[in-house]
Each structure stands twice: as C-alpha cells, then as structure tokens.
C-alpha cells in the first residue's frame, strides 16, 4: 500500500490527477469510477485544467459513480449527478450518455441496484477508482458496521454521516436518509485505487492505516487488500500516521 503525504491538499490532488491522466493518456477509452464529496473538487478542477491547457482528452473516456442520495432527482443542486456535471462533466469533452451515476429516484430502487452492477459489468470494470472517505471511515456510502456489502444497494445512513453532509444542506433534516451505493466488490474491483482524504477531520480514519487490520466498523480499512492502491494525503489528515 502506497502512501503519499503532501504538504498541502492542492498539492495532493495535482498528484491524484497525475494518476488519473497517465490512466487516460494510456487508454483513451478507459472507465473512471468516480467519487463526490468536498475532497475530489481539486482534482476534478486540475483535470478540467488539464483538458483546457494541455488537451487532456476525455471523448472515449466512460465513468461510473459510486452513490447518489435516494430522492434526490438529478437536477437537485445536492444530488451527486449535479456534482458531477458541475464539477466535471459540463466542462470537458465526455459524451455525458457514458457517465453513469445510480438514479435515486428510479420507481423501483433494488432493480435500480441490480441494473447498476450490470452497468459495472458491460463497461468492464473499472481502470481507477477514486475514493474519498467520511469522517466515519466510509467509502461510497458504505457505512461502518458488523458486516459489509458487496453488491450495489440501498443503505441507511448513519448519524454521523448524516451531520457531516448537514453542511451542503439548509439543515440536517433536509439530508437524505438513505442512499444508493456501490457494494464492496465494484469498488475492490478496479485496477487501481487512490484514496484522498484531507484536512484534521479524516486523521482518525487515516490512522487506522497504522495497523494491518480490516475491519467492517472502517470500510476503508478493506482497500489495504488491494494490490494497486495509493492513499494521498496531506499533512492533517496524517497527522495520527505513525
Ligand atoms: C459522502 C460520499 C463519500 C465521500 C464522503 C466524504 O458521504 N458518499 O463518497 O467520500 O462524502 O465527503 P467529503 O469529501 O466532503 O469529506
């Protein structure tokens, strides 16, 4: 498992975008798993940066998300489709009919799941992984718990994730309660994983990297199974790094 300490997260996610262009450069026409929350913006703004100074192509390039809040439509300013197309998607060449994020609205949410991991397949999987991590040491919205998931479904939201997203939304109780995401096995899947996590709210999940444990009650304690996978830090979110 390699580890990368920065100095500050913009150097970090200049790093990260290092990783996801050489994937691009390599194979035009790879598939992105990508992931939402504050920490990616920086690496999605190098990307966009990158494709308008130095042509960094994405025509061929497909992505597949890893969650979405049930009942939020796509449209809503919080939804994780918006993030993608506000932070990404509107400002490079991808052909938006080969990015994929789950509908959390769809009428019929466990065929929604069945769909979404069929999804996986027919892209064939996927060639980087972008991973973020919550405060409880979740990975998508696979919350900490006695066991795990590995298909794509639907889960209930802790407390905890719950107040740490409260920020983007007028209040608490305007999060969602439960979401769509990606089970343990797409995500463990992919040829390669980076992990970002930044800032002195993440220490305490990024020091369960002090150990070789693999624990439900973390979720991403399970990418230290992985035979390619980088977590990229900077300095205060490693601050409990041995
Ligand atoms: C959400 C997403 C996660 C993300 C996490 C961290 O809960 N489902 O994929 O990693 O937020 O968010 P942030 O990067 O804003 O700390």
Not at 79 to 90: A, E, G, P, T, V
Not at 199 to 208: H, P, S, Y
Request: charged share 25%; net charge negative.
């Amino acid at each position: 498992m390699d580890i990368k300490v920065f100095r500050t997260c913009e150097e970090a996610s200049a790093y990260a975008a290092d990783l996801v262009e050489a994937v691009i450069r390599k194979r035009p026409d790879c598939v992105l798993g990508l992931a939402t929350g504050s920490t990616p913006e920086g690496l999605y703004a190098e990307l966009v940066r990158r494709h308008q100074t130095d042509s960094l192509d994405f025509s061929q390039v497909k992505s597949i998300n890893l969650d979405e809040y049930i009942g939020l439509t796509g449209d809503h300013n919080q939804s994780y489709r918006y993030f993608m197309d506000s932070h990404l998607m509107n400002h490079v060449n991808i052909d938006r009919a080969n990015t994929f994020v789950p509908n959390g609205t769809a009428v019929d949410l466990e065929a929604e799941c069945r769909a979404y991991d069929q999804k996986w397949l027919d892209l064939g999987g996927t060639d980087i992984q972008v991973l973020g991590i919550g405060p409880n040491g979740h990975i998508g919205f696979n919350e900490p718990g006695e066991i795990l998931h590995a298909d794509t479904h639907i889960e209930v939201l802790t407390q905890e994730t719950i107040d740490a997203n409260a920020r983007f939304f007028a209040s608490a109780d305007e999060v969602p309660r439960r979401a769509i995401t990606m089970g343990m096995r797409d995500i463990m899947s992919a040829q390669q994983l980076i992990v970002l996590a930044f800032g002195a709210g993440k220490a305490e999940a990024i020091a369960r990297f002090n150990d070789d444990q693999v624990t439900p009650d973390c979720p991403v304690t399970f990418i230290k199974l992985h035979p390619n996978a980088t977590l990229i830090v900077d300095e205060a979110a490693a601050a409990l790094l041995k």
